[in-house]
């Protein structure tokens, strides 16, 4: 998993990237966000806790994934 072009380096880029993979179905562990964002495992964690305050999206067994939108309704 990669977007072309440069490799994120503030903040707001790291969470767009996950934003990105999220929303086009992917699942993703932290281990994985991590390797993608060129992260600790822990910080790769924390943006994924972060984005799941404002974004429809839950960590079970597989990885983080977004809620189905008929669950939402």
């Known amino acids: 998993m990669r ?3 440069e490799d994120p ?6 969470a767009a990237i996950l934003t990105w993979w999220l929303a086009h179905g992917e699942c993703i562990s ?8 060129h ?7 924390r943006i994924l806790c972060r984005l799941s305050r404002v974004l429809p999206i ?10 189905a939108m008929q669950e939402l309704e």
Do not use: F, N
């Open 3 to 5: 977007l072309p072009g």
């Open 9 to 14: 380096e503030t903040p707001v880029e790291r």
């Open 30 to 37: 932290h281990e994985e966000a991590a390797m993608i964002l």
């Open 39 to 45: 992260l600790s495992e822990d910080g790769a964690y």
């Open 58 to 67: 839950y960590r079970d067994v597989d990885g983080w994934q977004v809620v």
